[in-house]
């Protein structure tokens, strides 16, 4: 029910922005020089909310916190750092960018979450809390660096949610929010018109990683953390679009639904 209620209230969304907003702030030209909308991202976050609210605050504070800070890079940004390791640089030299506010800010918001997702459990404690915030910021953080093709970080969203639903019950319900939500908007994001955006890309991210806390502990946190991560870090020195468009499978993947050009 989650997922239904999130692509349903995702597409909703998406159809009445589009319609009704007409500010040039929410649009870009994507790698193709294609003009495209980043109002996906804002409905992205809307139907992530409608399907994630059921299943208690932890989902909801993540995905709003993750899109707001997005947003805020989406509307704000200068674009003159790039990356974690950009950002961080630019610090050392005294100017805060506002890539640096949302990590910072996207760091906070996953605590938040980690903190609302692990009340009540007897299993784990402040440091595993502490881990758990690492996932959901991190996981935010690498579904914003697939957005640069069309589909690929919805593609990404709904393949790690499927087997997110089989952990416990709030996990598996913010992980069908996830999918659903990402579903809600792919038919306008394969066709080239529109994007997620730092908004939605970091949403759909945070919501993923929220969902992976309800069913591990300290190992299984480690875990994930240790792997996006190396895949952050991994992302500052290698092209994830060279890696994906010289392996064949991930090729397929990554190109179906794509009109051709």
């Keep these: ?36 909308t980043l109002l996906e991202g804002p409905a992205y976050v809307a139907g992530a909310v409608v399907g994630a609210a059921g299943a208690g605050s932890a989902g909801v504070v993540a995905v709003l916190g993750s899109g707001a800070f997005g947003a805020l890079d989406d509307l704000a940004g200068d674009g003159s750092s790039k990356g974690l390791t950009g950002h961080l640089g630019a610090a050392a030299r005294g100017e805060v960018t506002t890539g640096l506010v949302k990590v910072v800010g996207i760091g906070l918001t996953g605590l938040a979450a980690a903190a609302l997702a692990d009340r009540g459990r007897d299993d784990v404690n402040a440091l595993d809390t502490f881990v758990g915030g690492a996932v959901v910021a991190a996981a935010a953080n690498l579904a914003n660096l697939l957005d640069l093709r069309p589909g690929r970080a919805l593609k990404a969203t709904v393949l790690c949610a499927l087997p997110l639903l089989a952990t416990p019950d709030a996990g598996a319900a913010r992980a069908a929010a996830a999918s659903g939500a990402a579903l809600g908007v792919l038919r306008p994001d394969l066709a080239g018109t529109a994007m997620l955006g730092d908004t939605g ?13 309800d069913g591990t502990g300290r190992r299984g946190r480690l875990a994930a953390l240790a792997v996006l991560a190396g895949l952050t870090l991994a992302s500052e020195r290698v092209s994830f679009t060279r890696v994906i468009e010289s392996t064949p499978v991930l090729r397929e993947i990554d190109a179906w639904g794509r009109p051709a050009r």
């Excluded at 890309?201 to 806390?213: K, Q, V, W």
């Design 1 to 36: 029910m989650a997922g239904v209620l999130a692509a349903t209230a995702a597409h909703a969304t998406h159809r009445a922005l589009t319609a009704s907003v007409q500010s040039q702030r929410w649009q870009r030209t994507n790698h193709a020089g294609d003009p495209v």
């Design 201 to 213: 890309a970091n949403a759909a991210g945070a919501l993923l990683g929220t969902a992976l806390l």
